[in-house]
């Protein structure tokens, strides 16, 4: 299991300072059950007293993001989710209340053959699932 202190201390070593919006963010998203945007993340600081502008906290993800700590994801709702998760892992969204839970199950896209045979080295991809929760169907 990742633990907040472990993040922190390998920060450290890697030579950068922990400031209190930095320790706080990371403590956030560890905690949270599933991605949050960037109000969610907001009105989590707020809660803590912490107020930062929307520049330093875009900032911090991306620094957090460049450090491998954090990931992107996106729903094609025309705005970003933040996760930190030890290990790659997909998700799925209910279409009618939002509900977004993790996928178990482990996709392994660099073991797909379609790469291979167009000739393509795999680099990436975005994939979401959508579906209706139990409780919406
Ligand atoms: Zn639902
Ligand atoms: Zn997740």
Do not use: W
Request: with cysteine.
């Amino acid at each position: 299991m990742l633990n907040i202190s472990q993040i922190l201390d390998d920060l450290k070593l890697r030579g950068f300072k922990n400031t209190k919006i930095r320790e706080a963010l990371i403590e956030i998203l560890l905690k949270a059950k599933s991605p949050l945007d960037i109000s969610e993340t907001l009105e989590a600081l707020a809660k803590k007293e912490l107020t930062p502008n929307k520049t330093t906290i875009y900032r911090e993800i991306i620094f957090l993001k460049e450090q491998g700590i954090l990931e992107e994801i996106e729903f094609g709702e025309g705005k970003k989710r933040y996760e930190i998760s030890e290990t790659h892992h997909h998700h799925i969204k209910c279409v009618n209340c939002g509900e977004i839970k993790d996928v178990k199950e482990n996709l392994k896209f660099e073991n797909l053959k379609f790469f291979q045979q167009m000739g393509y080295k795999p680099i990436g991809h975005s994939l979401e699932f959508f579906g209706l929760c139990k409780n919406c169907q």
